[in-house]
Each structure stands twice: as C-alpha cells, then as structure tokens.
C-alpha cells in the first residue's frame, strides 16, 4: 500500500524537477512521471515523486480534506 499527499506546485526549478508544497512544507519533488507539471498544479507525490496530476475538482476535494486531517491531529483550527 502507498500513501501519496497532494501538493501544489510552485515552482519548476529543472528539466524534471518542481518545488511543491503540502500544507507549509516544501519540498523538491520529481516530475518524471507527469507531462508539462506547470506552477499551480496539484498533483500526487509519493517518494519525491508526483505521480499524478489532479483535476481541479479533485483537487479541490482533496486538498480540504487533507487541511481537516491536518487540523484535527494537531488540534489547531483552520
């Protein structure tokens, strides 16, 4: 089983590799796996690997959700 976080690109720093970030953490992540990774995609990363870009629906989705999880295991409200 794997675990990958949505993260929201904000930078592309190479050929195939972006900053993105999750919650406040930032991060070098690869993009090898994904085509055309532009500033403001959100897209699944697992191992410093985006392996796949959201819709924006789906993002959209996801994102709240991670934020609740976020805010109830650290007690802080959002």
Sequence with gaps: MCLAIPHTIESIVGERLCVARAGSARTEVRTDLIENA???DVVLVHAG???ERLEERESEELLRLFDEIRA???GIPQ
Excluded: L
Aim: hydrophobic share 45%; glycine share 12%; aromatic share 12%.
């Design 49 to 51: 690997f985006a392996i």
């Design 38 to 40: 532009r500033v403001g």
């Design 72 to 74: 109830k295991s650290s």
